[in-house]
């Protein structure tokens, strides 16, 4: 599936005309910091019967306030969005990887949700993340170049890995994605989940996750059980 993450720097972006599968939206950061559009553009995608995801920017503070702050904002959404911590910046300094596990744990416990955790694909390679890997599927940022670029079926990676987990459930491949009914940049992304485990990551009818890391291997299948799905790389 192909889909776009937004923030309020696409403030004037219709999310439901851009072509995508699924839109990611910047909800907070921090303790204080909501994004003025979030809600509105989460209408368009429900509208358009498009895949919903927030993520909330992690900044130095206290990682359980930063959890509660996000849970609190998107906490009508819950069960219908993929929820994902955004972990970059000055969070890599001053979280590493026990603050990201304490966000992540602190949703879980509130929300019955195993977010998702995006970071770069250094950052995945930087820490041990053994402890979150088989619970907590990664979005991975890797770029091949910063040329504007549509979607790609097959994105370029650099075939080192990412650390504790086998393959990401999602790749951000450029952040000069050009697309039709938007002039500006974006954010571009392939998922290697169909529809239906988007949902189950959602927690969509349940609360929690049945989809683990483990069922997403480096082949872009899931199995259950002795059934194994195929997954579109392009859908």
Known sequence: MNGIDISSYQAELNAGIVPSDFVIIKATEGTNYINPTW?????????????????????????IAEADFFISVVKNYIGKAVLVLDFE?????????VGARQFLNRVKEK???????????????????????????????????MNPTG????????????????????????????????????????AYINANQ?????????????????????NNTIEYEEEEIALYSNS
């Open 89 to 97: 910046a000055g969070a890599i300094n001053a979280w590493g990887n």
């Open 111 to 145: 929300t019955g949700i195993n977010p998702m955790i995006y970071m770069s694909s250094d950052v995945t390679r930087q820490f041990n993340w053994s402890t979150i890997s088989s619970t907590n599927p990664l979005w991975v940022a890797q770029y091949a170049s």
């Open 39 to 63: 809600e509105e553009q989460a209408g368009q995608v429900i509208q358009t019967n498009k895949l919903l995801g927030f993520y909330h920017f992690a900044s130095v503070g206290n990682p």
């Open 151 to 190: 979607y790609q079926s097959e994105p370029w990676t650099d075939g080192k890995g990412y650390g504790a987990w086998s393959s990401a459930a999602i790749h951000q491949y450029s952040s000069a994605g050009s697309l039709s009914n938007w002039s500006g940049n974006l954010d571009i992304n392939l």
């Open 198 to 218: 988007w949902k189950s990551l959602a927690g969509s009818g349940s609360t929690s996750n049945s989809i683990t890391t483990e069922d997403i291997n480096i």
